[in-house]
């Protein structure tokens, strides 16, 4: 890192750091108490707090991750600058260790925009910071910095495991992996991609050789007719029946391989993924989860994802491949027809966005899921086109984590889309500094009405007294 870029960085990430001190400010203020979730984790943290180590609320789902890590920070924390009584485990002071997260999740996404694009010298320090300073302000992630919510943790660990992997750091990569399990059972998936990192790796360098041997030119530079993409399948499945391959594989993956196996016993022991309440929390195949991420990202990437000669480049796709995208458009609506399930919390709980989102345009009418498909098949068009500088075997892999994440989640919930929207976005392209500014206005604007909505438009239901206030 050059001088005036680390000063630079150094600037904005206090500057970030500053500017959310006072929200956090704005946002103790309004909401003092407990809310929304934070009724489960804060009585739960402050257990901790207490001793009380073995005290469990059945109603919350996920591991006590966020509560240890709360207790070894603030306990350290108040004994040094010497706070008693109720202060220590308070509300505003647990809600503070998700605004180091935040800082924290700044400085990693420099670093692995820094490490992902280190290759492209026309990528300016100026347009990493920007870059970086976009993403960590990314809405759905920068309002849990400010109430007590597992996500920024999650965020944090699940990063930093995706940069040590990077860097070849695959014991502590798999330790760091274990940290973001605990805070959020689904984070599994992505010690599973970070070990799939060094699978697609291996796999490509391999596929080049095999490439060279057979002096065949096609198949590089045609990676996504469908022949090629058979003869890749037959390649991988050549590649990992060979033992010397798959010893090789599990040489270098063994971190991975241990904490994936502590996670299936986890799951035999605990007789499923979801601890505590599980009435809320079903798994089934829900596949239209993944069109549902794919129209977010494409929403919130829109610099990236969005323009008229992506639009042409598709269309003429499209008539170059009409029975590949024919058949594409028959799976999606019988995936859409079987596969769609509709949560009790979406219909009840008018304090999110997918509330609305769900009333105003699925609700609108029964054929208006299916008139998406064709939205849904460009949004998935253009989403792996900007992929198209990964490698084959990168690809492959992190769809097949993204449908793991993704489609046995019959809620559908922005929050479960922050981490394999983040790990997209890293590693797309840079735009322009004229569309890496729009996407940074972009965002403080959405940023702007949610804090607004939350902290000035409150409501009340008629069963109950108390402030409801509107949310991610």
């Not at 260790?97 to 935040?102: D, G, M, P, Q, R």
Request: glycine residues 4%.
């Amino acid at each position: 890192m050059e001088r005036s870029e680390a000063y630079g960085f150094s600037g904005a990430i206090s500057g970030a750091f500053l500017l959310s001190c006072l929200l956090f400010a704005a946002v103790s203020r309004r909401q003092r108490g407990p809310y929304m979730d934070e009724v489960f984790h804060v009585p739960q943290a402050q257990a901790y707090c207490h001793g009380r180590f073995l005290q469990w609320d059945p109603m919350i789902t996920t591991l006590p991750g966020l509560y240890l890590l709360s207790v070894g920070v603030v306990k350290p924390a108040a004994w040094l600058l010497g706070w008693t009584g109720s202060v220590v485990c308070s509300v505003g002071m647990l809600r503070f260790i998700n605004l180091l997260f935040s800082a924290g999740n700044f400085y990693l996404l420099y670093l692995l925009l820094f490490k992902i694009h280190q290759k492209n010298k026309a990528v300016s320090g100026f347009q990493r910071i920007l870059s970086a300073l976009t993403l960590a302000i990314f809405p759905t992630l920068y309002f849990f910095t400010f109430l007590y919510y597992t996500d920024p943790g999650s965020v944090f660990f699940t990063l930093f495991a995706y940069l040590m992997c990077l860097y070849g750091n695959h014991k502590t990569s798999a330790l760091l992996g274990f940290c973001g399990f605990m805070f959020r059972q689904t984070n599994i998936v992505w010690t599973v991609f970070c070990a799939g990192n060094v699978v697609a790796e291996k796999l490509n360098e391999a596929w080049k050789v095999e490439l060279q041997k057979k002096k065949d030119e096609k198949i590089s530079s045609r990676k996504g007719s469908f022949s090629d993409l058979t003869r890749i399948l037959q390649f991988l499945v050549e590649y990992l029946i060979s033992p010397k391959n798959l010893v090789t594989l599990i040489a270098l993956t063994w971190p991975y391989i241990i904490l994936v196996s502590l996670f299936f016993v986890f799951v035999f022991i605990n007789g499923g993924i979801v601890v505590g309440d599980r009435s809320s929390h079903e798994a089934c195949l829900h596949f239209p989860q993944l069109f549902y991420f794919l129209s977010f990202t494409v929403f919130f990437s829109f610099p990236h994802l969005l323009s008229p000669a992506k639009i042409r480049k598709f269309l003429l796709s499209v008539r170059k491949h009409p029975v590949q995208y024919s058949l594409i458009t028959v799976i999606s609506l019988f995936l859409i027809w079987k596969f769609t399930y509709v949560h009790k919390y979406l219909l009840a709980d008018n304090r999110h966005y997918t509330f609305y989102v769900w009333r105003k345009v699925f609700q609108r009418h029964e054929l208006v899921k299916y008139l998406l498909v064709p939205f849904y098949i460009f949004t998935g068009w253009s989403f792996a086109d900007a992929l198209k500088s990964k490698s084959i075997f990168w690809i492959l892999m992190y769809f097949a984590c993204l449908i793991a994440v993704t489609v046995p989640q019959k809620l559908l919930e922005f929050r479960y889309f922050i981490l394999p929207f983040l790990i997209y976005r890293l590693n797309i392209p840079f735009l322009s500094l004229y569309r890496q500014l729009l996407e940074l206005a972009f965002y403080i604007l959405v940023n702007a009405v949610s804090f607004y909505l939350f902290l000035n438009r409150t409501f009340k239901w008629e069963n109950s007294d108390e402030e409801q206030r509107f949310m991610w």
